[in-house]
C-alpha cells in the first residue's frame, strides 16, 4: 500500500463549482497532515495543515479521519484560479524529524 | 515574506560530471531539508539537516549525494558523478522549528537539473 494515496484526477469543473480530494495514508502513526497546493513546474505551497477537529479557511475545508487514515480537502465557489494540483502530505514520525512524505496529487482544472 | 532561494534555476550537465545545487534558508531557521520531483512524478524526500549534520536521509540520497552548510546562509547539496535518472527539480525546504508536530516547511522555487 503506498504511503499517502490520492486520485491522480485530473477533476475537471466549472467555475463556482464545489469540489472534494480523498486521501488516505497508511501509517496510523502519522502526526501532521497538510494540503499543499502545486502550481505546474513551481514548487509546493502550504495550502493548510488539517486539525482532528476540522478546519475551514475561507473556501477550503480540510477534515481528517484518524480511525480511517483519510483525509479531505473541500473547495467551494472555485474559481479559475484554484487551478493546481493539490498535494496530500503526512509528517511520518520516523526519526522524530519533519520527513514530510507526499502523495502524488490530485489535479483540479476549473473552466468557465 | 520570508523566502527560500535557490540557485541555479536549471543546471544542464552531462553524465557523469559533478553539481551542486545551492540554497539560501529563511535566516531564522534551524533545519533544512533537500526534496526532489522527478517530471511527472511525487515530491520526494532525500535529506534533513539540522545542528551541522545529517538527521535523517532516504534510501535515494546515497553516497553519491552530499550536504553542507559552508557558511552561515549557504545549504548544498552535491552530486558527485550525475546519472540520467538524477534529472529531476530539486526543491530546498527549511523550518524553524523540529520534532513531530504541525511543522510548515517553506520551499524555495526549485533547481532544475537536466542530466544528458
Known amino acids: 500500500r503506498k504511503e499517502v494515496e490520492q486520485d491522480p484526477g485530473p477533476f475537471n469543473v466549472p467555475e463556482g463549482a464545489t469540489v472534494a480530494f480523498n486521501c488516505t495514508y497508511s501509517?496510523?502513526?502519522?502526526?501532521?497532515f497538510f494540503w499543499y497546493r502545486q502550481d505546474c513546474r513551481k514548487e509546493p505551497k502550504l495550502l493548510m495543515s488539517v486539525y482532528s477537529s476540522g478546519n475551514e479557511d475561507g473556501r477550503f475545508t480540510a477534515q481528517l479521519n484518524r480511525a480511517s487514515q483519510y483525509i479531505s480537502l473541500l473547495i467551494r465557489d472555485s474559481k479559475l484560479s484554484d487551478s493546481a494540483t493539490y498535494l496530500c502530505?503526512?509528517?511520518?514520525?520516523?526519526?522524530?524529524?519533519?520527513?514530510?512524505?507526499f502523495g502524488t496529487g490530485t489535479q483540479l482544472k476549473v473552466e468557465l | 515574506e520570508p523566502e527560500v532561494t535557490q540557485t541555479p534555476s536549471h543546471q544542464v550537465t552531462q553524465m557523469g560530471q559533478e553539481v551542486i545545487l545551492r540554497c539560501v534558508p529563511i535566516s531564522n531557521h534551524l533545519y533544512f531539508y533537500w526534496y526532489r520531483q522527478i517530471l511527472g512524478q511525487k515530491v520526494e524526500f532525500l535529506v534533513s539537516f539540522y545542528n551541522n549534520e545529517i538527521s535523517e536521509k532516504s534510501e535515494i540520497f546515497d553516497d553519491q549525494f552530499s550536504v553542507e552548510r559552508p557558511d552561515g546562509s549557504n545549504f548544498t547539496l552535491k552530486i558527485r558523478s550525475t546519472k540520467l535518472e538524477d534529472s529531476a527539480m530539486y526543491f530546498c525546504a527549511s523550518t524553524g522549528r523540529g520534532g513531530s508536530g504541525a511543522n510548515v516547511l517553506t520551499f524555495g522555487a526549485g533547481s532544475r537539473l537536466t542530466v544528458l
Open positions: 502530505v503526512v509528517n511520518l514520525p520516523e526519526g522524530g524529524g519533519n520527513k514530510l512524505t
Open positions: 501509517n496510523s502513526a502519522s502526526q501532521s
